[in-house]
């Protein structure tokens, strides 16, 4: 069945950097755009960014614009999030979705969580 | 960016109650609309995409409606396990959420 795993959660300093990766089995993750998508502990659902199936296209939200760089390896099915210059407010769960073709997410992984703090 | 603003923010009901969910978006969206639910601890979980085209496997109580900039999420008779909080997301110009509904035991 399609899965998503994320991992690369921690505890990490104002300022600091952490990189989140995201195993996808069980569909042809190549055919598939994916996206990242936070929620702050006890708030809604904040879209992060999204990359094209080949990686050519990419978006960001503008709260993270400059310092989170998405990115994939389609021969090791595998999504990641560089996120650099953490803030406190970058506090979160972090999910990664399957992107129906730029549209709807299905399904979610668990998500891991990224706590900025000093 | 497109701005989706859910009402209410949360609700008591009872089983067997029907309930709806209403998203307002800023601008009109097409129908480029998905509604998902979230359970506590949990990852959310797609119900309806397009607007009102039912996710393979979603009970079909659940049904959405809508055009322009106004759009539903309607149970029709809710049941214990659809005591959760219920998010719309736009996908017309890149992607933005609603803040959310929570929907509660009476």
């Known amino acids: 069945q399609v899965q998503l795993v994320e991992s690369g959660g921690g505890l990490v300093k104002p300022g600091g950097s952490l990189r989140l990766s995201c195993a996808a089995s069980?569909?042809?993750?190549?055919?598939?755009?994916m996206s990242w998508i936070r929620q702050a502990p006890g708030k809604g659902l904040e879209w992060v960014s999204y990359?094209?199936?080949?990686?050519?296209?990419?978006y960001y939200a503008d709260s993270v614009k400059g310092r989170f760089t998405i990115s994939r390896d389609n021969a090791k099915n595998s999504l990641y999030l560089q996120m650099n210059s953490l803030r406190a407010e970058d506090t979160a769960v972090y999910y990664c979705?399957?992107?129906?073709?730029?549209?709807?997410?299905?399904?979610w992984g668990q998500g891991t969580l990224v706590t900025v703090s000093s | 960016d497109i701005q989706m603003t859910q009402s209410p923010s949360s609700l008591s009901a009872s089983v067997g109650d029907r309930v709806t969910i209403t998203c307002r978006a800023s601008?009109?969206?097409?129908?480029?609309l998905a509604w998902y639910q979230q359970k506590p601890g949990k990852a959310p979980k797609l119900l309806l995409y397009?607007?009102?085209r039912l996710e393979s496997g979603v009970p079909s109580r659940f049904s959405g409606s809508g055009s322009g900039t106004d759009y539903t999420l309607t149970i029709s008779s809710l049941q214990p396990e659809d005591f959760a909080t219920y998010y719309c997301?736009?996908?017309?110009?890149?992607?933005?959420f609603g803040q959310g509904t929570k929907v509660e035991i009476k």
């Open positions: 979705a399957r992107d129906e073709g730029g549209d709807w997410f299905d399904p």
């Open positions: 069980g569909f042809t993750f190549s055919d598939y755009y």
């Open positions: 990359i094209s199936s080949s990686g050519s296209t990419i």
């Open positions: 601008q009109g969206i097409s129908n480029s």
């Open positions: 397009a607007a009102s």
């Open positions: 997301q736009q996908y017309y110009s890149t992607r933005t």
